[in-house]
């Protein structure tokens, strides 16, 4: 199934990332709101094909193109006890404060927040926690 949704001209290229943050009271009135408003905040995409059809908007200044994009998996750590292919899981927010730590991007991933419900697609091995935890490597959907 094809997503389309809308992003500013200076974002418009293929490949462009971003997180959908949700709806923004500016753009409340707007007339191609649905379009934006199908997306999971939270949720990180990546633009994969860009159209000719051009919008104004209040909060691009340069207004918006129509572009087609796809979900992206999330690469996440899990407690090994949790992370089994296939399981529908609940992502909590970790309390880790080791900014230091090389998998800290692991354990709060962009694109996943307390709440969001998830499949695990893959198992990608151990992670290693400076804080003494068995935690697992995992592709989120």
Do not use: W
Not at 25 to 51: M, S
């Amino acid at each position: 199934m094809v997503l389309v949704t809308v992003v500013g001209e200076r974002q418009c290229k293929k490949g462009f990332e971003f997180v959908f943050g949700g709806p923004m009271a500016d753009c409340r009135d707007c007339k191609v709101k649905n379009v934006c408003f199908h997306l999971d905040p939270g949720r990180v995409y990546r633009v994969t094909e860009i159209r000719d059809v051009h919008h104004e908007c209040k909060v691009h200044e340069e207004g918006v193109r129509v572009v087609e994009v796809e979900k992206l998996p999330t690469r996440s750590s899990l407690p090994a006890k949790a992370a089994v292919e296939g399981a529908m899981v609940t992502f909590e927010e970790t309390d880790c404060d080791v900014i230091g730590c090389a998998n800290y991007r692991l354990c709060r991933p962009a694109g996943a927040s307390e709440g969001m419900r998830f499949r695990i697609v893959s198992v990608e091995g151990d992670i290693e926690c400076p804080r003494g935890r068995t935690l697992k490597g995992v592709l989120l959907d």
